[in-house]
């Protein structure tokens, strides 16, 4: 997780956005009809402070990369962005991602302080 940025909103909350990375190395694509597929799952949920914490939110994310455009993503990452609102303090964040092509998952947990 990288890119963490945090927008104060007029109802006093934050908009927290931030960006899960991963190599494109570690991920499996399947070729199929000249596009290289491949499917993620991503989880999200967060913990303040107080433990009150958010229902864990599912992103079922769907990947094609053109046979021509492989070369582009080799020793690069995919990125995706994701957004949250949230009160000001401490709050532990939990991401959970799982290639569903190549069966390999990933979790991290990583601490924000909102002010």
């Not at 927290?16 to 499996?28: F, G, H, N, S, Y």
């Not at 401490?90 to 290639?99: K, N, Q, V």
């Amino acid at each position: 997780m990288q890119n963490l940025s945090l927008k104060r909103r007029s109802d006093g909350h934050y908009d927290v956005r931030l960006v899960v990375d991963v190599a494109w190395d570690e991920l499996v694509l399947v070729p199929r009809e000249g596009v290289h597929h491949g499917r993620i799952r991503l989880w999200l949920a967060a913990k303040d402070e107080k433990d009150r914490a958010t229902e864990p939110r599912l992103s079922e994310l769907n990947i094609a990369v053109p046979q021509d455009r492989l070369a582009e993503i080799e020793g690069r990452r995919w990125r995706y962005g994701l957004e949250l609102t949230m009160e000001a303090g401490y709050h532990d964040i939990g991401i959970g991602l799982r290639d569903d092509v190549g069966g390999r998952q990933s979790f991290l947990r990583h601490g924000v302080n909102v002010r």
